[in-house]
């Protein structure tokens, strides 16, 4: 039986490795071993972070709207409880953006809020 070399396979696959691992300190960008571990961290980082980013951006805004809020005389809670109440579907990014750049549709927003 003829004998079979896996030379094309295995050298694609430390290229691909050791190309993800461009941009790594000391052996980890050219030592195989090295670069298939860092990869592997990084890439549970990369996916771990990116929930992490979502999450430190909610807060941003909530901090955002809340001080908005509280500037119009309602605390952050009651404001949302209206919102949901009045059934107006704007996510709190879209508010915390329309409190920075546009507080006086803000104010609106606010005042129905309040009337409801």
């Excluded at 694609?12 to 000391?26: D, M, T």
């Excluded at 992490?52 to 409880?81: D, H, P, Q």
Aim: aromatic content about 8%.
């Amino acid at each position: 039986m003829v004998r079979i070399s896996s030379a094309v396979t295995a050298k694609r696959r430390k290229k691909r490795v050791l190309k993800l691992a461009k941009g790594q300190f000391s052996k980890r960008k050219s030592n195989f071993k090295q670069a298939k571990k860092s990869t592997i961290k990084g890439q549970q980082y990369a996916y771990r972070d990116r929930r992490r980013v979502k999450r430190s951006f909610r807060r941003l805004w909530i901090a955002r709207l809340n001080a908005a809020c509280r500037e119009e005389g309602i605390m952050y809670s009651r404001f949302i409880k209206g919102l949901t109440a009045m059934k107006i579907g704007l996510n709190r990014k879209v508010l915390s953006e329309l409190a920075i750049k546009s507080p006086e549709a803000f104010k609106k927003l606010v005042a129905m809020v309040k009337a409801g």
